[in-house]
């Protein structure tokens, strides 16, 4: 990338919206330009926006204050989506086929986009995860090429309410923000995390946020599951702040005592933790407090993983986010949901360069946003910022984008973990409605050739039973003529 040349993210959570701004290298390393981050908790819930006022004037002053840093106009961004509502449902689409049929990328497609079509009531389907297809009695994840007389693809629709969704793009439309993608985040985070071999051997990938924990299982390379629990961290702080406390409070106490597991043998009876300066807290009770709310959690992950899954996680359970800091953290992971393996993601797999303490504080507090700027792939700068300059006005250097496709990309094209653009899904809409249109056409054609056929059919038959209709009776006639002849005879 040239020097004014970058890409920006933003990440949408329930405690900050961050966005940042980088260069990718050519040796595969990406140079952290800029980052900017808003409390969000006053109008983002459980990664959800319900406020959108609030968050567009959020993502505004996100914008300009990267603008700032960086001396140059932002003139479009990359998206993360994630939030309480996103969950993965599990779908299959057969196809009977004629007898020695050999299955095209064209039938896979087509397969694909009836899945894609599927309405599931108030629900939007962002992506779509293939599982594997079955060809005849035989499972394949790439069928192209069999020859079969059967196909039937399965597949694991990842949906989110349709008013969250509109909410989070009003807010981007409301701030003027053009978005040139946008991604499903923990997709983005898996990518930037995972190993090939966790993903290929099976691994569950655990998300300790604020206000939510998502749990991505994976198998195979394939994303097998994907479920979003509404408790996080914060849930723990509340907790504490039951304790006659302010949150503000609670919270320090939990970053300075709180651990995921305490063996009852440690554990001091007369040890009490300072509130403030005249007020204390029992440590037993304190303990009590956060170790149950985090088994909850645990325990909440450990059933969202699927059974047939279970068992066979042999890159075991990663824990990321902010949450995964607790102390004793693995060893809790490790005792409820009896799986051994347990690696906290501290840090993305890629190399980073960056002066900020909070990337550098390798927290995984940042993995998200770092994944979805690995995954951006559009020049986002435009012209040289003037300090007259409105912080949407033209600039006369603005850098020309490459243009968005003129029809909907199928779902092979858009690739895992890409949501399609209210303008994609638009002219998917408008192209199945002609293929719809095309096939009713090519039917009714059919329809009418095949009526005709048997019109024809119809009439030579009656023609052929006309006509022996007519020999049978010139038989019975000639017959009875010669009966008579032969009695005027006798």
């Given amino acids: 990338m040239a020097e004014k040349d970058f890409i920006v993210a933003i990440e949408l959570g329930s405690s900050k919206v961050t966005g940042i701004a980088g260069q990718k290298k050519t040796d595969g390393s990406i140079s952290v330009l800029a980052l900017a981050k808003e409390d969000s908790s006053s109008f983002i819930r459980k990664g959800v926006v319900y406020n959108i006022d609030k968050t567009a004037q959020c993502l505004m002053t996100i914008v300009k204050r990267l603008e ?12 993360g989506v994630g939030g309480q509502s996103i969950r993965g449902v599990r779908n299959v689409v057969a196809k009977d086929l004629e007898p020695d049929t050999i299955i095209t990328q064209e039938m896979v497609v087509d397969l694909m986009e009836a899945n894609r079509n599927l309405d599931y009531p108030d629900q939007k389907i962002l992506d779509v995860a293939e599982q594997e297809y079955k060809v005849d009695t035989q499972l394949q994840l790439d069928p192209v090429g069999i020859r079969a007389s059967h196909l039937e693809g399965n597949y694991l629709n990842i949906l989110e309410r349709k008013s969250f969704f509109q909410n989070l793009n009003k807010c981007f439309e409301t701030a003027k923000i ?11 985070l898996a990518n930037a995390v995972l190993t090939e071999a966790e993903k290929r051997s099976g691994c569950a990938l655990v998300d300790i946020g604020a206000d ?22 914060n849930n723990i702080t509340k907790d504490i702040a039951s304790l006659q406390m302010e949150e503000s409070e609670a919270e320090k106490m939990k970053l300075k005592y709180a651990s995921a597991y305490t ?51 042999l890159g075991g359970i990663i824990l990321t986010g902010g949450g995964s800091n607790m ?14 393996k347990i690696r906290i993601a501290k840090f993305v797999t890629m190399s980073i360069n960056s002066s900020s303490d909070l990337i550098k504080a390798h927290n995984g507090m940042v993995n ?68 719809r ?54």
Avoid: W
């Fill in 178 to 188: 053009k978005v040139v993608e946008m991604y499903l985040a923990p997709l983005a």
């Fill in 212 to 233: 939510t924990t998502t749990v991505s299982v994976f198998s195979k390379n394939v994303l097998r599951h994907l479920a979003v629990i509404p408790l996080g961290s």
């Fill in 437 to 490: 249109e095309e096939q009713e056409r090519k039917r009714r054609e059919e329809e009418e050739k095949a009526a005709e056929e048997e019109r024809l059919r119809a009439a030579e038959i009656e023609r052929i039973r006309r006509e022996k209709s007519f020999i049978n009776r010139l038989r019975k006639k000639l017959s009875k003529f010669g009966e008579d002849m032969f009695k005027v005879e006798e």
């Fill in 327 to 340: 102390k004793n953290i693995e060893k809790a992971f490790a005792i409820h949901t009896r799986i051994e």
């Fill in 368 to 435: 998200t946003l770092l994944g979805l700027l690995a995954k951006g792939y559009i020049n986002c700068a435009g012209g040289e910022l003037k300090a007259t300059n409105d912080l949407f006005s033209e600039s006369e250097n603005v850098v020309s984008t490459p243009e968005k496709p003129d029809r909907a990309r199928t779902a092979q094209e858009a690739g895992p973990g890409v949501i399609r653009t209210e303008a994609e899904e638009k002219q998917a809409e408008e192209e199945a409605r002609r293929k």
């Fill in 263 to 313: 063996d009852n043998n440690e554990i001091d009876d007369n040890l009490k933790y300072p509130i403030d300066q005249d007020r204390q807290v029992e440590c037993r009770k304190f303990i009590d407090i956060v170790e149950g709310r985090l088994e909850e959690i645990i325990l909440n992950v450990r059933e969202q993983i699927p059974n047939e899954y279970y068992d066979k996680l």
């Fill in 68 to 79: 700032a840093q960086l001396k140059t106009q932002i003139t479009q961004v990359f998206v």
